[in-house]
């Protein structure tokens, strides 16, 4: 009773505040852009705003999510609108992956993973704010605000070489709407960190369109497994590891620890307040050590199947400290690349080929396409040369 008299204390102030006060106005939640997004730039030929949105019930009431909207600042044009339906699928109560839903209880918050695909003839913007629509669940009542208001970062973006040569290389689980790193939002040290908002799964399909053929337990099975990697730039190794053991492709490792996640890796500063992660290399491979100086195109290893890995490939993302997980993930593009498939049937499509070594269902992108300067989107297929 004391909670709904408060409740109903909070509406009878909201109702008498003017529509357009100057004065401060309750608010039943507090919204905030957990980092200011910076656009990336894909294969599309759009830039795309990813970030995330965190809502927080400062009530006695539950909340109802109905409509949250991206507008441009200050013309207040409407860049995105998400209804319930797809609220529900990308509002994760605590930030917690598998945790989605459109109501707040009592005290909880969630977190609003956040995609805005920018027509390119338009110019960016400059900031952006949220327009949330809801609905407080006693005694009732409606309620809408434009909150959460931050620039949009127009800093130059990373340009890498190649971090693989040779043809069929697919993006996997990559920008802007997969979920795997795009949604790896950690608590790590007291605060959230999202290193991987960028991040890339590197496979390879072969000639059939297979990731594997033959026993999927089998390593050297798999088209990319013991390919070179390459430095993207000259720069400085921070860290690197070499001596955890391959996984048996098939399944994710049990009990393994937050040192071992990127199994045999290589930290890269490239400068600029840029770092690379190659993760999840052989054993033996990783050629070089903290301190080493490299030049683009130089090996630092090859391709295996360790850590918090079920298939060989190559983690690779771009970060702004050297920690791998304690980092904020940012977009990165590649100088040069040849655009020649896209797996458009889906995650679910690229995890059946992973697991049972059935071809990839791929549309030809005809003729190939040669770009420059973008980042591959979610299951594009790619050739990188020297």
Same mark, same amino acid.
């Not at 990308?90 to 109501?103: D, Q, S």
């Given at each position: 009773m004391r909670a709904l008299a408060t409740v109903l204390a909070w509406c009878l102030a909201l109702a008498a505040a003017p529509a357009m006060a100057a004065e401060p106005?309750?608010?039943?939640?507090?919204?905030?852009? @957990?980092?200011?997004?910076?656009?990336?730039?894909?294969?599309?030929?759009?830039?795309?705003?990813?970030?995330?949105?965190?809502i927080a019930n400062t009530t006695g009431s539950g909340l109802e999510l109905k409509k949250v909207e991206i507008l441009d600042e200050p013309s207040g044009k409407v860049l995105l609108s998400l209804d319930r339906?797809?609220?529900?699928?990308?509002?994760?109560?605590?930030?917690?992956?598998?945790?989605?839903?459109?109501?707040?209880?009592?005290?909880?918050?969630g977190v609003l993973f956040l995609h805005v695909a @920018?027509?390119?003839?338009?110019d960016l913007p400059r900031a952006i704010a949220h327009r949330i629509s809801l609905r407080l669940v006693q005694p009732g009542i409606d309620f809408s605000a434009t909150v959460a208001r931050t620039p949009v970062v127009d800093r130059p973006l990373v340009v890498l070489g190649p971090p693989l040569i040779g043809a069929g290389y697919i993006a996997g689980d990559g920008c802007c709407d997969s979920i795997r790193h795009v949604r790896a939002l950690l608590a790590l040290n007291g605060h959230f960190t999202l290193a991987q908002r960028f991040a890339i799964d590197w496979e390879q399909a072969d000639s059939e369109n297979r990731l594997v053929k033959g026993d999927t337990k089998t390593l050297s099975n798999y088209t990319i497994y013991g390919r070179d990697v390459l430095a993207v730039a000259d720069g400085t190794v921070v860290s690197s590891r070499n001596d955890l053991p391959e996984q048996v492709p098939g399944a994710l490792p049990q009990g393994i620890t937050i040192d071992q996640v990127?199994?045999?890796?290589?930290?890269?500063?490239?400068?600029?307040?840029?770092?690379?992660?190659?993760?999840?290399?052989?054993?033996?491979?990783?050629?070089?050590?903290?301190? #080493?100086?490299?030049?683009?195109?130089?090996?630092?290893?090859?391709?295996?199947?360790?850590?918090?890995?079920?298939?060989?490939?190559?983690h690779l993302h771009v970060m702004d400290g050297p920690s791998p997980l304690l980092s904020n993930g940012i977009p990165y593009v590649?100088?040069? @690349?040849?655009?020649?498939?896209?797996?458009?049937?889906?995650? #679910?499509?690229?995890?059946?080929?992973?697991?049972?070594?059935?071809?990839?269902?791929?549309?030809p992108v005809s003729p190939p396409q040669v770009l420059s300067r973008v980042l591959p989107l979610d299951l594009s297929v790619v050739e990188f040369s020297r």
């Open positions: 106005v309750p608010t039943p939640f507090v919204a905030e852009v @957990l980092w200011a997004p910076n656009p990336a730039f894909g294969s599309d030929g759009r830039r795309h705003l990813v970030y995330e949105l965190r339906d797809d609220l529900g699928e990308r509002f994760a109560i605590g930030g917690r992956r598998g945790a989605e839903a459109t109501e707040l209880g009592v005290g909880q918050f @920018l027509d390119p003839a338009n990127d199994g045999n890796f290589v930290v890269l500063d490239i400068g600029g307040g840029s770092y690379v992660l190659y993760a999840h290399m052989q054993p033996g491979s990783v050629t070089v050590k903290a301190g #080493a100086k490299v030049k683009r195109g130089d090996v630092l290893g090859k391709v295996g199947n360790t850590g918090n890995t079920q298939a060989p490939h190559l590649f100088e040069s @690349l040849k655009l020649t498939a896209i797996d458009k049937a889906g995650t #679910a499509d690229f995890d059946k080929a992973e697991a049972t070594g059935s071809p990839l269902t791929l549309t």
